[in-house]
């Protein structure tokens, strides 16, 4: 059974930090494309950073210098560590894997960003 399970979210101050993890299992995941999404209210789910297989990153401009992504394949996990965060950070957080037309997501975890 597959599986993605999101970890980390919580409520910080602005400028303060979080690392999301996300745990995989019941499927390849060192052959498998990782991603982080994130979907405020009212808003639609957006691409927040992505990591190949091969480990090539990338992120929405938004985060570029403030987020890393990362993957541990003998773990299979892929984390999320957010830096200077800021209210527009505010979101639910989802870990999507996929590998051609094969995709699974996570069912997401909560950050919010206030003071």
């Known amino acids: 059974q597959v599986q993605l399970v999101e970890s980390g979210g919580g409520l910080v101050q602005p400028g303060g930090s979080l690392r999301l993890s996300c745990a995989a299992s019941?499927?390849?995941?060192?052959?498998?494309?990782m991603s982080w999404y994130r979907q405020a209210p009212g808003k639609e789910r957006e691409l927040v950073a992505s990591?190949?297989?091969?480990?090539?990153?990338n992120y929405v401009d938004s985060v570029k210098g403030r987020f890393t992504i990362s993957r541990d394949n003998a773990k299979n996990m892929v984390y999320l560590q957010m830096n200077s965060l800021k209210p527009e950070d505010t979101a639910v957080y989802y870990c999507?894997?996929?590998?051609?037309?094969?995709?699974?997501w996570g069912q997401g975890t909560q950050v919010t960003v206030s003071s």
């Open positions: 999507k894997s996929q590998r051609l037309s094969v995709y699974y």
């Open positions: 019941g499927f390849t995941f060192s052959s498998y494309f």
């Open positions: 990591i190949s297989n091969s480990g090539v990153k």
